[in-house]
């Protein structure tokens, strides 16, 4: 089992900047994939960036040039750093990690609340 522990939401003004945290702990071999994902009230949870082991950084058209994702994986840990946030930003933000043990499976935080005011 893997646990997720998330950290850096809150309340910020339109043009701010918040830094998400997930730290993942427990039972894996490797964490291929980690990201995060939100989902804003009466809208489906959507990919905002995801980073592989190796690199690969994938965004949503609406964060790119604002966002930025990066891991530290000597602490299995993924980072989300948000600058220029917009009001349409908000939505409860989560972590998804994809671990490896025998086979793949993805974990989730339990969200984080981002909220950016006009």
């Known amino acids: 089992q893997v646990q997720l522990v998330e950290s850096g939401g809150g309340l910020v003004q339109a043009g701010g900047s918040l830094r998400l945290s997930c730290a993942a702990s427990g039972r894996m071999l490797s964490i291929p994939s980690m990201g995060w994902y939100r989902q804003a009230p009466g809208s489906e949870r959507e990919l905002v960036a995801s980073l592989t082991l190796g690199g690969i950084a994938n965004y949503a058209d609406s964060v790119k040039g604002r966002f930025t994702i990066s891991r530290d994986n000597a602490r299995n840990t993924v980072y989300l750093q948000m600058d220029s946030l917009k009001p349409e930003d908000t939505a409860v933000y989560y972590c998804?990690?994809?671990?490896?043990?025998?086979?793949?499976?993805?974990?989730w935080g339990q969200g984080t609340q981002v909220t950016v005011s006009s």
């Open positions: 998804n990690v994809r671990a490896f043990l025998d086979y793949n499976r993805d974990y």
